[in-house]
Structures are given as structure tokens and as C-alpha cells.
């Protein structure tokens, strides 16, 4: 059974703009099984550590500032390959460079609005869960796992 798990959170644009459900919906459809999922308002400083590795951007102050403009989704996905299918779903950084069918491509323009992030790695998936769900994930075996999975 895929064990691999990724972060997504839908950003404060695309809660705001009501995109939650057709993000989850696309996910869904695609076979993924959602695990966790909670609406959060994170504070400066779990926002600097989620995205501690930019801290030296120049466009750093304004991200943190973007994702405390409201609410976001906090989310954890499991299947097999989610980490990368999961920035698929998503498509580029820069919403322009991303094709139609993904979800930047399809409701974004600007890089500093993008609408939502997954994690990059296996293993900064599971930083970035332990840093948002603290209290750990559990989940339950699907039924429907025999048709999704050969
Ligand atoms: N970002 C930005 N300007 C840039 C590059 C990135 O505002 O020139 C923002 C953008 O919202 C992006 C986030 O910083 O989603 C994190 O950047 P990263 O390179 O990790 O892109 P991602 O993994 O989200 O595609
Ligand atoms: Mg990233």
C-alpha cells in the first residue's frame, strides 16, 4: 500500500476566492486519499519556519505577509507518488508558465498569488506535516484502495 505523503495548503487567495473544494476535488478525483485537513490562521512565525528556506529572498517579507492576509487549508495527502503528482496538480511557481489543467494554470496570474503549495521533497512532506499537524495524522484504510491500486 503507498504510504508516501505531501503537504498542500490552499493559500489565503484561493480560500478567499472560494477554491477549496474544486482544489480538493482534483485530488480527489485523481485517486489521492485526503488525511488531514483543518482551516488555520498560522502566525508570523510558523509562516517563517514553513517557509525558512526563502528567508533570504528579497521577495520573502511580502510572502509572509500574503499568507497572513487570511485563513488557509492545511492539508495532507497520501498515495502513491503524491509528492510530485501533487506539484503536477498543481503546475508551475509562476502561474503564467503553467499549462491549462493545473490548478495555477487554471485560476492564477502572479507568482505572489498562487493560490496554494505542496511540499517539493519526501522528506520536507513530512517536515512540513510534523510543523502543521503537531499532533501527528491518523488515517484509515480506504475500501475503495482495490480499485484505485493494481
Ligand atoms: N514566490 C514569490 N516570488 C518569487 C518566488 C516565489 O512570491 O519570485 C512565492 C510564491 O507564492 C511561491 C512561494 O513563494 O509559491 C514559495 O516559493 P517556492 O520557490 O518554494 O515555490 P513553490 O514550491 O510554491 O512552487
Ligand atoms: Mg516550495
Sequence with gaps: MATERTYIMVKPDGVE????GEIIKRFENKGFQLIALE????DQEHLEKHYADLSSKPFFPGLIKYMKS???????WKGKGVVKAGRVLLGETNPLASLPGTIRGDFALDVGRNIAHGSDSVENAEKEIALWFPKGVVHHDRVIEKLIYE
Design 39 to 42: 482551516l488555520k490562521t498560522p
Design 70 to 76: 487570511g485563513p488557509v487549508v492545511a492539508m495532507v
Design 17 to 20: 476566492r472560494g477554491l477549496v
